[in-house]
């Protein structure tokens, strides 16, 4: 892939796609799963998941499923969820999307009545639950023309069919009669009590332990970060990730728990006032689901055609001007308990773009996305592009100040005022 498909692919690194890829469709067809979680969250509401194209497509449902077919009940269709995600029972972190506490409340299996793909396209999907509570015919239909601006895209009605399994709601609603977790038993306050098992949205399959080179330890302290050498030439041959080198300072931050400390590019916390102007960054980086952590990145700001603009930071940092705060997260020395300084600079990556995931749409955080391939093609195309220039990394390498990281700036070289003031702020 050359940069310049990179690039329009990615905006300048600012992706928004989430990591992973859907699951591949391994269940024989007749066999999607669904599941039903009682969400505690702002509001009380059922989230209702169909496994559908390899995720699960979601609606939320503010007074939970009915057996009543007299009863309609409104659903709002949510975002689409790892398939993962199914078998989740616990808790959400405060200040993450959806925080609060998830109960169990069904699960098993659905059978489309029709086309289940035509069907969900058309807004008019039919099918079977076979669940523990739920059983029988349902339909979600999607509501058209209404609403105060002529209707909510989101808005669909789950609809029991009438069946065998239709119960009246005057001789009793499943939703109260049966409130526990379907898995455990316990009610939604059980959970809460227990906190036995925190859901991190980004992180539905990720197991540190079994990362290569891992190692469980305390956060490093002092972190001593590797730095970038200026070389005319790009390096060539294999093992590189190239990198767009985003023009802004060069920021670190460490987070424990809810408490954020933002390093500078010598691995020492910045004084209390740098710090304090900084706290958007560091606020955004709360957000990120772990415990704790340490990330690498570039603090900017990014105008609106999507160039980086440190001279808007101070500005964008303060809030004002039309430049956005943009921090461009390049490597995890550091997650969850894990030294992560001695695993390779790829798999870090892999972490780091996992765990930033979706944030960005509601974060300054970004991460920054490389190619590898050949050095020279990536900093012609650069170059061409007007990037400032370029940064490889040796995709082996770990975390640490003998590491090759080098930047390789566009000809013609900047003005030597202009170039001074760049390499202080990276
Ligand atoms: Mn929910």
Known sequence: ????EYN??????????????PAPGKRPRRERIFVIQKHAATRLHYDFRLELEGVLKSWSVPKGPSLDPKVKRLAMQTEDHPIAYAEFEGIIPKGQYGGGT?????????EPQGDPHKEFAAGNLKFFLKGEKLRGGFALIKLKGRGPRGGDERAWLLIKEKDAETRDEARGIVT???PESVTTGRTLDQIAAQRDHVWHSNRAQLDLAEIENARQAPPPDPLRPPALAERDAPPSGAGWLHEMQIAGERLLARADGDEVTLLGPDGMPLSK???NRRKRAA????????QGLIVDGILTAVRADGHPDPDALPAALAGRGKAALAYFLFD?????GYDLRQVALGRRKELLARLVGRMGEKTCLRYLDHIGGSGIDFHREACRLQIPGMVSRQEDAGYEP???WIRVPCAPPAPARKRKKISARV
């Not at 409340?105 to 659905?110: A, E, H, I, V």
């Not at 606020?283 to 772990?290: E, G, I, K, T, Y």
Request: hydrophobic letters at 45%; a positive charge.
């Open 273 to 275: 006032a740098a710090a």
């Open 8 to 21: 329009r692919k990615r905006n300048f690194g600012i992706t928004r796609e989430p990591p992973g890829a």
């Open 176 to 178: 109260d009669q049966r």
């Open 283 to 290: 606020a955004d980086v709360r957000l990120l689901p772990a």
């Open 402 to 404: 003998r590491a090759r």
């Open 102 to 110: 998830v109960l169990l409340w069904d699960q098993g299996t659905w």
């Open 1 to 4: 892939m050359g940069l310049a």
């Open 332 to 336: 995890l020395p550091y997650l969850d």
